[in-house]
């Protein structure tokens, strides 16, 4: 099980946000984050704990370990309103956190 | 660029079935493993299937199994879901998605194909 921490986030533009997911388990550090937007489909933003995927800005940032992992976004920007989830790719099934909502 | 484009949505009945196509373009399709990940409306998403590169190997989430066959033809760069036996918790927009390149989370994903199961 993924669990993401807040659901929900209100934030102002240029703040440093930083988003949790937990799993039930150690995933060995596969874990991937998206972002996506209303009427969108999800965008890969980071795979493998840390590593960001092709086109993705900087202020985009994966860590962690374990069992606790973080997205940061260092300083927010408008765009950025969307909603982040986690993915586990360590066991089947694949699995995703339910989701934080960043709020601007 | 890569470019996934689902079809084959729609609104069926329960216990009806429905085919749901994805055409892959600006990749080599044979070389990817790919998925189908679906959404219920206001809700989060649920990995629903994978297929190796070459179709030999499926996987699927328990929800579906013995209801939803994934199948692939390389020849043509298409995707197929085949979903019997529908329910109502089935209604979801579905994506296909192409797998990444250190297995498996989801690269690419297609704009999605709404399904509404509903009598």
């Known amino acids: 099980v993924m669990t993401q921490s807040p659901v929900t986030l209100s934030v102002s533009p240029g703040d440093r946000v930083t988003l949790s997911c937990r799993a039930g388990?150690?995933?060995?550090?596969?874990l991937a984050w998206y972002q996506q937007k209303p009427g969108q489909a999800p965008r890969l933003l980071i795979y493998?704990?840390?590593t960001g995927a092709t086109g993705i800005p900087a202020r985009f940032s994966g860590s962690g370990s374990g069992t606790e992992f973080t997205l940061t976004i260092s300083s927010l920007q408008s765009e950025d309103s969307a909603v982040y989830y986690c993915q586990q790719y360590n066991r089947w099934p694949l699995t995703f956190g339910g989701g934080t909502k960043v709020e601007i | 660029q890569v470019q996934l484009v689902e079809s084959g949505g729609g609104v069926v009945q329960p216990g009806r079935s429905l085919r749901l196509s994805c055409a892959a373009s600006g990749f080599t399709f044979s070389t990817y493993a790919m998925h189908w990940v679906r959404q219920a409306p206001g809700k989060g998403l649920e990995w629903v299937a994978v297929i190796s590169f070459d179709g030999r190997s499926k996987f699927y989430t328990d929800s579906v199994k013995g209801r939803f066959t994934f199948s692939r033809d390389n020849s043509q760069n298409t995707l197929y879901l085949q979903m019997d036996n529908l329910r109502p918790d089935d209604t979801a927009v579905y994506y296909c998605?192409?797998?990444?390149?250190?297995?498996?989370?989801?690269?690419?994903w297609g704009q999605g194909t709404l399904v509404t199961v509903s009598s």
């Open positions: 998605a192409r797998d990444g390149v250190d297995r498996y989370y989801f690269d690419s």
């Open positions: 493998g704990t840390s």
């Open positions: 388990q150690s995933i060995n550090g596969k």
